[in-house]
């Protein structure tokens, strides 16, 4: 598996584009991450509540229970304004870092 | 499934109560059920489905850093103090205020002086109720 360090700094980036396609619950974005990647990258889930409750916080989203599912009530995650624009800002900066970091590694023999 | 639960239990054991900690709980706990129902119906056995979902949960560090780090300076709490320090200060000041007016009719009845000291004092309380007031 890929080391994680580097992925981690956009763990919320990851997680907000899963959030704006439509509202998930918690195992379900771990489920779409590990599909997505073909299992080369597995999002522990305490990691993943963590990073929910950051981006509560910070009102990047926002939370609401949803229908009854075999026995519990699942609480599903919705993006708000402010997280669709910071989701926005977020991919712009990783463009521009995308480029900079190929300048250097692009061309190694 | 009860082996999930305890260890979930377990994780959160040094976590400070909270109505916030009760519902990461309950949501850790929900998700972690259907996911090892999903490994059942994957082919795994019920014992190598809770075990693979347990190491996958991970280190509770985390969490625990998100929940315990704002306990201190309940901002309603802070408020009391503040009110308290303004009151203290209104009867410190009068009582003070007061002894410069005794002291000033009792032996010099001639000469009014206490109103520069009374200036000098007021500044506490005044200064205590813009304290209060930014906050609220």
Same mark, same amino acid.
């Given at each position: 598996m890929i080391r994680s360090d580097i992925i981690r700094g956009h763990l919320e980036s990851i997680i907000l584009r899963l959030i704006i396609e439509k509202d998930r619950y918690g195992y379900e974005i771990s489920k779409e991450i590990s599909l997505r990647t073909n299992n080369r990258f597995q999002i522990k889930e305490a990691t993943l509540y963590a990073v929910f409750q950051r981006l509560e916080k910070k009102e990047l989203i926002a939370s609401y229970i949803g229908d009854i599912s075999h026995g519990g009530r699942r609480k599903y995650y919705t993006i708000t304004t402010l997280g669709k624009a910071y989701l926005k800002e977020t991919r712009k900066e990783w463009q521009e870092t995308k480029e900079i970091i190929d300048l250097f590694m692009e061309g190694l023999e | 499934m009860s082996k999930i639960k305890d260890h979930v239990e377990d994780l959160f054991k040094s976590i400070p109560d909270s109505e916030e900690k009760q519902l990461i709980k309950q949501e850790i706990l929900e998700n972690l059920e259907e996911k090892v129902a999903d490994l059942i119906t994957q082919g795994k056995e019920e014992e190598d489905a809770i075990n693979k979902a347990i190491v996958d949960l991970g280190d509770i560090g985390e969490i625990e850093k998100e929940l315990g #780090?704002?306990?201190?300076?309940?901002p309603e709490k802070k408020r009391k103090t503040k009110l308290l320090d303004l009151a203290f200060s209104v009867w410190g000041s009068a009582l003070i205020i007061a002894l410069f007016v005794f002291i000033n009719f009792y032996y010099?009845?001639? #000469?009014?002086?206490f109103v520069y000291p009374t200036f000098a004092v007021l500044w506490w309380p005044l200064a205590m109720y813009y304290r209060w007031l930014r906050l609220k």
């Open positions: - | #780090v704002k306990q201190p300076g309940h010099t009845p001639d #000469v009014i002086w």
